[in-house]
């Protein structure tokens, strides 16, 4: 898998991140040593998080689809898990933010369930449109909090990012009615997922 493609960027956050706080559970300084060595390692070698896990589910014999697996996680994430992504400011609009954002995520990591009675995946796909257009709605709203116009600019940024993926997941549902190819649909969702994250971090880190 290509560093292009979200799985590599979403293994960390949705797959081990958990792990490490449930090992904190039991030993804290060998949960944040494995925490530092493993980030420390993402950072000098991105994509090491996707191989890691990607050669311990092949040495152990695991018949798993890494995009599936991991957008199902996606819906598991504890409220602990998601602080990177989660705005401390207190406006409404923030919080909002928080909320839609979360919202998107938990509909989409529905889909691997759903996608296979037609009925059902029809509605969630109604719902992800809806959820979309909430999130963005949002974001707009947050542009008058947005100190200065680089800010402004790196926000309008993620924004026109986040559509052109939106847009490239209408695409993908379309062509999955014709060929059939679910793992598409999967990875086309895991890039919202990421997108959605990149708005999150940039807001973030222009407003915090």
Known sequence: MTMGEPTSSLVLPVILRPIFSQLERRDVGAAQ???SAILKSEQNNPGFCYDLVSTIVRRADLNVNLNEA???????????????YRLTR???PFQELNRKSVALKVILSRIPDEINDRKTFLETIKEIASAIKK????????GSFIPGVTGKQAVEQRKKEFVKYSKKFSTTLKEYFKEGQPNAVFISALFLIRQTNQIMLTVKSKCE
Do not use: K, P
């Open 90 to 92: 207190t406006e409404e």
């Open 135 to 142: 999130l963005l709605d949002v974001v707009n709203e947050i």
């Open 70 to 84: 991991v957008l199902r996680l996606q819906g598991n994430i504890t409220e602990a898990d998601l602080n990177e």
């Open 33 to 35: 040593s494995l925490r």
